[in-house]
C-alpha cells in the first residue's frame, strides 16, 4: 500500500517558469490537501478538496491553481514561479475532514532562483 | 486571529520524561491533533483529542482542555529516535487543521 505519492521530492525552478507537483493517494481518501512548510512556521494550507471535482482556497492559495477530476489525484500548479515560493510542499488525505487524521506524502523541496 | 503556541525546543534525556506543551486560540474546535516529524521527513500522526482528558497509547500520552485552551503530549522512557519535532494542530470552525510551528526535540544520552 503506497498510501501518498508526491513527485518529483526535489526540484530547482528559475523565477517565471511553471511547474505541476504530482499527488496520488491510494487509500480511496476523499479529503485531499496541499500545504507548504517554511522554517519557524506551522503548515500552511494552499488548497484543498472535499471530493472529485470540488476544490477550495487556504489560507495561502495566491500564485498556486489546484484541479480534482479523479479520487486519486490532486495536482497542484505553480503558475509564474517567484522565489517566495521556496519551500517545502507536502500533499496529505484523509478519510474525512473533522476527526480523521490526515496522511502526509514525502513532500517535494522547492527551491526557486 | 487563530493562533497555536509551542515551545520552540526541548531538550531531555534518554530514558526520562518530557512534557510538551501547546496552547491555542481558535474560532471554533473540532478537535487536537499532535504529529511527529523527523527532520527531513513527512508528518506522522500521534493522536486525536476531543474531549477533555488524557488519551493514552503506549509511551505517548496526549490531554486536552478545551476550557484552558490547553494540550500536552507526554513522552516517556524516552529512546534517542523521539528526537523529532512535534506538531500541534487544532480543526477549526472550518475544519480546517490550523498548525503550530512546532518543538524540536533533543534527546542527550
Known amino acids: 500500500n503506497a498510501g501518498v505519492t508526491q513527485t518529483p521530492k526535489f526540484r530547482v525552478l528559475k523565477t517565471g517558469q511553471s511547474m505541476t507537483l504530482l499527488c496520488a493517494q491510494d487509500?480511496?481518501?476523499?479529503?485531499m490537501y496541499w500545504y507548504r512548510q517554511d522554517p519557524g512556521m506551522g503548515l500552511r494550507l494552499i488548497h484543498y478538496?472535499?471530493?472529485?471535482?470540488?476544490?477550495d482556497q487556504g489560507e495561502v492559495p495566491n500564485g498556486y491553481n489546484v484541479s480534482r477530476s479523479t479520487t486519486e489525484d490532486f495536482p497542484l500548479r505553480l503558475l509564474s514561479a517567484a522565489p517566495s515560493q521556496t519551500s517545502v510542499y507536502f500533499c496529505?488525505?484523509?478519510?474525512?475532514?473533522?476527526?480523521?487524521?490526515?496522511?502526509f506524502g514525502d513532500g517535494t523541496r522547492l527551491s526557486i532562483l | 486571529g487563530q493562533n497555536i503556541d509551542q515551545p520552540t525546543e526541548m531538550t531531555a534525556t534518554e530514558g526520562a520524561i518530557v512534557q510538551i506543551n501547546c496552547t491555542y486560540q481558535?474560532?471554533?474546535?473540532?478537535?487536537l491533533f499532535w504529529y511527529q516529524q523527523h527532520a527531513g521527513e513527512a508528518p506522522t500522526f500521534l493522536s486525536y483529542?476531543?474531549l477533555d482528558g488524557l488519551e493514552e497509547k503506549g509511551r505517548f500520552s496526549s490531554f486536552l482542555s478545551r476550557s484552558k485552551g490547553y494540550s500536552y503530549l507526554l513522552l516517556k522512557e524516552l529512546q534517542m529516535k523521539d528526537s523529532a519535532s512535534y506538531l500541534c494542530?487544532?480543526?477549526?470552525?472550518?475544519?480546517?487543521?490550523?498548525w503550530g510551528a512546532g518543538t524540536k526535540l533533543i534527546i542527550k544520552p
Open positions: 496529505a488525505s484523509s478519510y474525512e475532514g473533522a476527526s480523521q487524521p490526515q496522511h
Open positions: 487509500m480511496n481518501h476523499e479529503y
Open positions: 478538496s472535499v471530493g472529485a471535482g470540488i476544490t
Open positions: 481558535t474560532s471554533g474546535f473540532n478537535g
Open positions: 483529542n476531543v
Open positions: 494542530a487544532v480543526s477549526d470552525s472550518n475544519y480546517q487543521l490550523i
